[in-house]
């Protein structure tokens, strides 16, 4: 069973949060009112049973994008594999073109019911990536902020059999 959904808008501007500082060397994030970047959403995928997690960071949430990205899921698993997916009613995910798909591939969708989003898996995962990945960060454009959302996806896929570590995660997702 795979959870997919779509986390953002995600705009350059400062993320304020708690951190560690030395006594008197507090690390100010600077006031914005400009937005010149345009925002980024993070197309993103969770498998429950192997514990992993996936996502690309697109310029938009459409169903051409939706479908790039499951069939760059579908490319993970072998064919003869149906893959059962979690996610919410969105108008993109219900584009003809998107479930003629899915027909031909061996996939199907398992709607969350209205305004119950929250019932999909995924939206558990997103909170310690915004956590670890965007907290008290200002980064300088899109680029930037992928690289530091890729290198919390790769940490966290990698680190998921430390239990000390996995349960600290298990805490902020709570």
């Known amino acids: 069973m795979i959870a997919f ?11 304020h949060g708690i951190c ?7 690390k100010r994030l600077p006031a914005t009112y400009t937005r010149p970047h345009g925002t980024r959403y993070l197309l993103a995928a969770y498998d429950r049973q ?22 760059g899921l579908r490319r993970r ?16 995910h219900k584009k003809q073109e998107v479930l003629d798909w899915t027909r031909q591939h061996n ?9 119950g989003s929250w019932l999909n898996p995924i939206e558990c995962q ?5 956590k670890f990945a965007l907290t008290t960060r200002y980064f300088a454009n899109h680029h930037e902020q992928g690289q530091a ?3 919390y996806l790769r940490y966290r896929n ?5 239990p000390k570590l996995r349960h600290h995660d298990i805490r902020v997702n709570l």
Request: glycine share 2%; charged share 20%; with cysteine.
């Open 5 to 15: 959904d779509e986390f953002g808008p995600l705009e350059i501007r400062p993320h």
């Open 50 to 71: 192997a514990d992993h997690l996936w996502g690309w960071q697109r310029p938009n949430q459409r169903w051409p994008q939706v479908l790039a990205f499951l069939k």
């Open 77 to 92: 698993y072998p064919a003869r594999i149906r893959l059962y997916i979690i996610l919410d009613n969105r108008c993109s």
């Open 20 to 26: 560690w500082a030395a006594h008197q060397q507090v």
């Open 149 to 151: 959302i890729q290198a």
């Open 158 to 162: 990698q680190t998921k059999t430390i």
């Open 126 to 130: 997103f909170t310690s990536m915004k």
């Open 107 to 115: 996939v199907r969708f398992l709607f969350t019911p209205h305004y």
